[in-house]
């Protein structure tokens, strides 16, 4: 399968990714610039890898293009280039969508090029001639979940089709889809399946279900996603009376058993993801404990499903979940600035 890039100016915009005058650095040999490049890129040195991989990545060579693109599409940095990621992604996409994730280890960046690839065409990009399309969009998702079997793009597409957005509506197999993914120990998917129960969008609101799930949730998330699914466990537990936390005791510890999972490491760890650790506090002063895998004990306790058949369809409410308010406060550890605000 090859994926078009269905723009005019392309092959343009991509001799402006790979500038010519990269390949006229000193180094030894493209492996070598990839080699250095890696190493600043990790190293949180963006100055650094960005010669080094263009150099390296003007030789075809496949991660120093993902590299270059993830750096390029850090809304954190000061080296931000939406258009140079895009057609770096548009690329990597282009030239290995057909991998093989059995044997392949290119295919989890694949996917995560053409996860990125969709989340710019469901915005769109119009200073750069690019417009959002939902269905390319889902088309993109769809490879990633099926093609290449990638999680982070099935939970994409549940969410995609709990909204309808760029595929046609139906509530039930997005819920199937988040439920799935929740069994398998998928943090966001149960963070957002938490979500849903707590608000009542989709399925019949239930306060236990939402406080067992994102307790879970919380213990499996990766650090990469961490900020976000702590703000929902946030909002959750300070929402939530002594009663709800107390009956849900007995799901929380059977649930943790059953669709725990240790935190995954990402294969290309943003260094801005690490190091700070944040306390969290509700409005009324009562800490909020996050407990993360490896710190819980014992679990022991009674489970149902995690989502009931014939979940009644309601209209999703998009929101952030900012810091600070009703749900209460949270601080970095060692910071002077504020923490991050939720994805």
Not at 14 to 32: I, M, N, R, T, V
Not at 213 to 229: C, F, G, K
Request: net charge negative.
């Amino acid at each position: 399968m090859r994926i078009s890039s269905r723009s005019a100016t392309f092959a343009l915009l991509l001799a402006l990714a790979l500038p010519a005058a990269a390949a006229a650095a000193d180094f030894k040999s493209p492996g070598e610039a990839l080699k250095q490049g890696e190493s600043a890129y990790r190293g949180g040195f963006y100055e650094l890898a960005i010669p080094a991989l263009e150099h390296a990545a003007a030789a075809n060579m496949f991660m120093a293009q993902y590299l270059l693109a993830r750096i390029y599409a850090n809304n954190r940095i000061s080296y931000t280039d939406h258009a140079k990621a895009y057609v770096l992604y548009q690329k990597l996409a282009n030239d290995h969508a057909d991998v093989d994730p059995e044997d392949d280890a290119r295919a989890p960046f694949v996917a995560t090029a053409l996860i990125e690839l969709a989340g710019y065409l469901r915005r769109g990009l119009p200073e750069f001639g690019i417009r959002r399309d939902a269905s390319r969009a889902a088309e993109y998702i769809r490879h990633a979940a099926t093609f290449l079997d990638d999680e982070r793009a099935q939970f994409e597409l549940a969410k995609m089709t709990l909204e309808g957005d760029g595929v046609m509506q139906s509530v039930q197999t997005g819920l199937h889809l988040l439920s799935r993914l929740s069994q398998d120990g998928h943090a966001p998917a149960q963070a957002f399946l938490a979500d849903l129960y707590w608000r009542g969008q989709y399925v019949e609101k239930d306060a236990i279900k939402a406080y067992a799930l994102i307790t879970v949730a919380v213990r499996n998330a990766p650090a990469d996603e961490r900020v976000w699914i702590e703000d929902i466990y946030q909002t959750i537990y300070c929402g939530s009376a002594e009663g709800v936390r107390a009956q849900a005791t007995g799901t929380v510890a059977e649930w943790s058993r059953r669709y725990g999972r240790a935190p995954q490491v990402a294969a290309d760890p943003d260094p801005g993801d690490q190091g700070l650790d944040y306390v969290r506090v509700c409005a009324n002063g009562e800490p909020v404990p996050l407990q993360r895998r490896g710190e819980v004990a014992g679990d022991e306790g009674l489970v149902g499903d995690l989502v009931p058949h014939g979940a009644p369809g309601q209209p999703i409410e998009r929101q952030r979940y900012m810091l600070g308010g009703a749900a209460g406060s949270v601080r970095a550890v060692g910071a002077t600035q504020p923490a991050p605000a939720a994805r």
